[in-house]
T-cell receptor
């Protein structure tokens, strides 16, 4: 089945460690996105990529990094520079059709110990 | 100023009743798109319905319809004949412009509880 997968579902990290969240899609979508969601809040955009080997900062990019070496994959690294990384992270891809709609993965819940 | 406002943090509705979730938006663009997503307790965001700013008719998808009032900048989601499985967070979102680069902005959500 076509879809977006994120792994792991739960992730625990010690302070000062970098950690990478995986996002893979087999929908053949060009555009991919990373969002952060805090309790009781909406989604805030971290990074997005419209095409392979290109990506742009979103509203809260500080302390995060991404790469887009393959169309199917858009991993997010949460670095030690991110002051408050505990959150729920959602990856999405965009259809490119009409309407141009975002579809989401199941999310990764990151907890910093 | 907030681009997307959802004024109802939480709602309780009896099963089988219709429910309206409010959403107002703020934009000066003529071209924009409005989305509603459902987020169950599992966390995944599920796309429900879309309305384009130039669409003359209100969007409908099964039990979901979008009450689009352009002059009021309102895009309320209506769920008919609510079911227990409708209990979830609901997010209204907007993309200003219709280009791929235009970002989607989300509201803070409404938590809907369906009572048996």
């Amino acid at each position: 089945d076509g879809g977006i997968t994120q792994s792991p579902k739960y992730l625990f990290r010690k302070e000062g460690q970098n950690v990478t969240l995986s996002c893979e899609q087999n929908l053949n979508h060009d555009a991919m996105y990373w969002y952060r969601q805090d309790p009781g809040q909406g989604l805030r955009l971290i990074y997005y990529s419209q095409i392979v080997n290109d990506f742009q900062k979103g509203d809260i990019a500080e302390g995060y990094s991404v790469s887009r070496e393959k169309k199917e994959s858009f991993p997010l690294t949460v670095t030690s520079a991110q002051k408050n990384p505990t959150a729920f992270y959602l990856c999405a891809s965009m259809t490119g059709g009409v309407p141009d709609t975002q579809y989401f993965g199941p999310g990764t819940r990151l907890t910093v110990l | 100023a907030q681009k997307i406002t959802q004024t109802q943090p939480g709602m309780f509705v009896q099963e089988k009743e219709a429910v309206t979730l409010d959403c107002t938006y703020d934009t000066s663009d003529q071209s924009y798109g409005l989305f509603w997503y459902k987020q169950p307790s599992s966390g995944e965001m599920i796309f429900l319905i879309y309305q384009g700013s130039y669409d003359e008719q209100n969007a409908t998808e099964g039990r979901y319809s979008l009450n689009f009032q352009k002059a009021r900048k309102s895009a309320n989601l209506v769920i008919s004949a609510s079911q227990l499985g409708d209990s979830a967070m609901y997010f209204c979102a907007m993309r200003e412009g219709l280009n791929r680069d235009d970002k989607i902005i989300f509201g803070k959500g409404t938590r809907l509880h369906i009572l048996p």
